[in-house]
């Protein structure tokens, strides 16, 4: 279960992250850069990564990894959010 719930929790945060770089966010990760929004290669490195916990048994580590991720994902939809706030729109101006 929690597995499954790294890898969807990372393409989450691919989605977020790629529709907030269109939209001008900069990403924050070094390590991501070059990646950012490309959800199969989140997808793949999550994947990979839940291989090496199982392969060195040290997959408890995996909830711990979840609770920062929906940090992350939070963080994210926060950024989105506020790019996208814009004070007018509210607004009829004659």
Do not use: C
């Not at 408890?60 to 991720?69: C, Q, Y």
Request: hydrophobic residues 60%; aromatic residues 12%; proline residues 2%.
């Amino acid at each position: 279960m929690q597995t499954l719930l790294f890898i969807a929790l990372n393409i989450m945060d691919a989605y977020l992250t790629r529709i907030s770089l269109q939209i001008g966010a900069i990403e924050a990760n070094p390590f991501m850069t070059h990646i950012g929004g490309i959800i199969i290669a989140k997808g793949i490195i999550a994947a990979a990564l839940v291989f090496i916990l199982y392969y060195f048994q040290k997959e408890k580590v995996l909830w711990m990894l979840n609770i920062l991720l929906l940090g992350v994902i939070l963080w994210n939809s926060a950024v989105y959010g506020i790019l996208n706030l814009s004070p007018l729109d509210n607004f009829m101006i004659s």
